[in-house]
Nanobody
């Protein structure tokens, strides 16, 4: 069994920064893909950023240049540094992990965290 736990959400003013962390633990030796998704009220869950164990990354157009995803493969941990936050970034942010190459499709991920709330005030 694999557990995924996020931390680091909170309330911040527009233009501010937050750093999210996500750690996967359990009966695993390595994880290929770790990603961040978000879901705002009344909207579908969307990919924010993904990172593979080989170093490939992918970002949603809406966060390019503002968010940075990084990984510590040895610790099965992924981070999301969020800068220049906007009110439209307000959402519950979820961490997803998969032992294999999962890509951007959320349905491909086997392991999910419970989510952490990010609220950006104007």
């Amino acid at each position: 069994q694999v557990q995924v736990v996020e931390s680091g959400g909170g309330l911040v003013q527009a233009g501010g920064s937050l750093r999210l962390s996500c750690a996967a633990s359990g009966s695993i030796s390595s994880i290929d893909t770790m990603s961040w998704y978000r879901q705002a009220p009344g909207k579908q869950r969307e990919l924010v950023a993904l990172a593979t164990s080989s170093g490939n990354t992918n970002y949603a157009d809406s966060v390019k240049g503002r968010f940075t995803i990084s990984r510590d493969n040895a610790k099965n941990t992924v981070y999301l540094q969020m800068n220049s936050l906007k009110p439209e970034d307000t959402a519950v942010y979820y961490c997803a992990a998969d032992l294999w190459a999962a890509g951007p499709d959320a349905s491909h991920y086997d392991y999910w965290g419970q989510g952490t709330q990010v609220t950006v005030s104007s």
